[in-house]
């Protein structure tokens, strides 16, 4: 190709200034004027001239790219993060390129050894269901690879974490369950060893008790919070003469199964039993009762993620400190409770 | 780190053997045996050696890597392709990475640098509704990286493809609203530069055709083919007093807006107004009345295409002749044309 073979010492001469002006330009230098850096701008495109993006990124060690692991893109509320993520991070010139653990540990492994491999400037990260083993994430921290988590963080010191407040989540949801009558309320949960389904469990804990409702341990049905599993604990309660009024599912898509399920046996929602899920799925307003839900701000988790991580990636030579930022949620009530 | 210090000559030293038979055997070389290579793997592992993937990446010149475009991964017609995609690669051996062009021309070309730079060993891609320039893509061929197109494809020669029958999908769709006894059948479509809406279109006239129904102009809408975008075109139509008795939509989003908006008009769907979308979105299940629509096998399409770049990616020596795979869709009848 003709056009890789102009140099910035073709430019240098069109423009009869020194090549390590043209240099700086391209590199952004504040050592060089704006109008400068426009003129050489202008001719480098003119004369097609093209950076060899990875020898100069291996130069200056910085490629600007963030990664992002996810458990699955498919999650309304992971895509609404990752877009959060994607405007902030486009603002300011860096690429994000996307990964997914589907929940697997392994994957995940292999995703943040990928990810070193090609030089991200930093991670953001929402652990996979299976992460209970944390040597992975220790590796990168130890590379020096900047790293904040969104939503699902691991149990570790000296992270940076942008998190909602599940517990307050937790609370909100069994409150409102309570406040339309409920007496018997069952809590579909994820798995404890991530945090996020721990503080929702604490904040359901916590709404009985302020109601002076006897928690029960039989009401919490542990799963990986797939449709198949709302499904199941509804059948694993009848199975177990459990007599319910209630359900707070720690996600949507539970919810929706037992929906669904509870449609089919011709229970009525929300009369006979009120539903109560969380992260207002896109679903959640066209199933049929439509679902009351926790709204997690996905957008503005995204974007506050971004800007924590980018802070961190420009300010690498200074050690800032880490920090946890809590986002609020709110519950948005619909058909699913209303009675 | 410790366990980062362990190199090839200790393990060499350790097993008494020579460090390029290490070397060989870390890279998986046919030189060595099946019981050497295990050996020397074990050994490895034990002593907690960590490869330098860079160093060895870009001495080999592979990353092990495969990068993904789509234009959002929260459709899920792109998310199942993904999931086609993972899998394949998975058992290959190859990491992931998804970037979305959001429908950006702008954003898509700094995706395929970004990928470039990152070395990625093959690109799988399927272009936005802006690209009806093709440079950045001509650029990326022709430094000899790797790339097939799955659904949205470019219109320039020599590429690898992998689509589904969009006319026969089109003329399906139309042809149920025909057996149905719609006479009067709208077609919601997307930018004519994409070759599947032109070719979409192009089986909505052959059914009309067929069935000697005329075809007329004023019936043809196209937009972005947003939720949005669907309310719009109803109200359009409403709006130039047209009259209609069939939707067919080029994509099941347009169709729910639609059928959202002639629900809040009291318009009854089917009996009045019957709809087909495309592309089978969990959401068209859950609507009411549930959409019947065309399926499109994702996940097979990512599978089908990872096989393909895959060999291309393993026989770049060989110049492979490209080729394009077309796998067949069908329709899925709901409530929205049970009529």
């Known amino acids: 190709m003709k056009a890789n073979k102009v140099t910035i010492h073709d430019i240098a001469k069109a423009l009869d200034i020194n090549s390590s002006t043209v240099s700086r330009a391209l590199n952004d230098s504040p050592r060089v004027t704006k109008k400068t850096k426009e003129k050489i701008l202008n001719k480098a495109k003119e004369m097609g001239y093209k950076r060899n993006l990875l020898a100069s990124n291996l130069r200056k ?3 600007n790219t963030i990664g992002v692991v996810v458990p699955r893109i498919s999650r309304h509320f992971f895509s609404s993060v990752i877009q959060g993520i994607e405007e902030t991070a486009y603002l300011e010139g860096y690429s994000v390129i996307i990964c997914q653990s589907l929940e697997q540990l392994k994957r995940e492994k292999n995703i943040l050894e990928t990810l ?3 030089r991200v400037d930093g991670v953001l990260m929402s652990i996979s269901m299976e992460t209970t083993n944390y040597n992975h994430i220790q ?5 020096g690879i900047p790293l904040v988590f969104f939503d699902r963080h691991p149990n570790i010191s000296k992270t940076n974490n942008v998190l909602i407040n599940d ?3 937790g609370f909100d949801a069994t409150h409102h369950l309570i406040s339309k009558g409920c007496k018997n309320i069952v809590h579909f949960s994820g798995p404890q060893e991530l945090a996020i389904y721990k503080n929702r469990l604490q904040g359901y804990k916590q709404a009985l008790k302020e109601s002076n409702i006897p928690f029960r341990n039989e009401y919490i049905i542990s799963s990986r919070l797939m449709e198949h599993d709302g499904v ?3 059948k694993e309660l009848i199975a177990k003469n459990l007599i319910f009024d209630g359900i707070f599912s720690a996600n949507d898509l539970a ?4 929906i669904k399920y509870l449609n089919e046996i011709k229970v009525n929602i929300p009369k006979d039993v009120a539903i109560v899920g969380f992260s207002n799925e896109p679903i959640s307003t066209v199933i049929n009762p439509s679902l009351t839900t926790i709204n997690q701000p996905g957008f503005e988790i995204g974007k506050t993620a971004t800007d924590l991580l980018l802070q961190h990636i420009k300010n690498q030579h200074t050690s800032l400190t880490t920090e946890t930022i809590i986002l609020e949620s709110n519950l948005i009530e619909r058909q699913s ?3």
């Open 116 to 118: 070193a491999a090609n």
């Open 337 to 339: 409770s209303n009675r």
């Open 139 to 143: 590796e990168l921290k130890q590379r």
């Open 167 to 169: 517990f307050k989540g």
């Open 255 to 258: 919810a929706i199964g037992a």
């Open 61 to 63: 060690n910085v490629t």
């Open 232 to 234: 199941n604990n509804i």
